[in-house]
């Protein structure tokens, strides 16, 4: 939390009382095009961002972005998704497609269960990449993993809060897996999927040991493994179930939507 706590001094010349600037204020700087400028100076580009969403729930795929912002026309605002409001976060969204490229990728739950949730993250990361309308000469990805791509990569711990494409991908991530959580929530009612988006608050905690797992959970996660064991006990040790993401038995080969 950002506290402020004012003080005032007197002007030893004047004998007035003098205004302080603020103590204890923490003051969050905004990601910048700083990175991605010195690149095109150097004749590079384009350059792309790239984030995920999603790899803490119990349920849903992880949804990956790749975003090449326009120099000329980036939209005010862009901010790690985390410290934007829903309502901020989908003006956002329309605003950075109506003026970059980018690409979206999903792994789906299946991937998740045979990969593992980071390898399934880092996957859907590089699709997203590849799948972008023209490949770029470099990516900066967040977190500490650099992704399999084409081109020249740079991880960034902390990127979406740091450089500007990744915090635009944060956001084209975010929305994108909101809503499509909101849509598995009338394919599977009674989980709030709609609310919570998958993660394991207590809501969603109450919901899986009721009902049990449905086909859009992470089979291997604890809270899930644990449902699944008072629910449908014979099933425990059976393969990965398809979802909405799987085709034909298989998990889908590579799911993306670019513009």
Request: with cysteine; glycine share 6%.
């Amino acid at each position: 939390m950002i506290r402020d706590k004012s003080a005032k001094k007197i002007d030893k010349k004047t004998g007035k009382e003098q205004a302080e600037l603020p103590t204890g204020v923490i003051a969050v700087a905004p990601p910048s095009f700083r990175r991605e400028r010195a690149l095109i100076k150097r004749g590079v580009w384009p350059v792309a961002g790239c984030d995920e969403a999603g790899r803490g729930p119990l349920a849903g795929p992880v949804v990956a972005a790749a975003v090449v912002l326009d120099p000329k026309r980036i939209p005010k605002g862009i901010d790690d998704s985390k410290r934007l409001t829903a309502e901020r976060r989908e003006e956002l969204f329309e605003e950075i497609c109506a003026t970059s490229s980018f690409a979206v990728a999903f792994a789906s739950p299946a991937r998740i269960d045979r990969d593992n949730i980071l390898r399934a993250s880092l996957w859907a990361l590089a699709r997203a990449v590849r799948a972008l309308p023209e490949m770029p000469k470099y990516v900066f990805v967040d977190g500490r993993d650099k992704i399999d791509a084409p081109c020249d990569c740079d991880a960034v711990i902390g990127g979406d809060g740091i450089v500007m494409s990744i915090a635009a991908a944060s956001i084209i991530a975010k929305v994108t897996r909101d809503r499509l959580m909101s849509a598995l929530a009338l394919d599977c009612p009674g989980y709030g999927f709609e609310n919570h988006k998958g993660y394991a608050v207590p809501e969603h905690r109450e919901a899986l040991d009721r009902l049990g797992p449905s086909i859009h959970h992470r089979r291997f996660f604890a809270p899930v493994i644990a449902a699944r064991q008072k629910h449908y006990p014979e099933t425990v040790e059976e393969a990965v179930e398809p979802d909405l993401f799987t085709v034909d038995g298989e998990i889908a080969p590579e799911i993306s939507a670019t513009i």
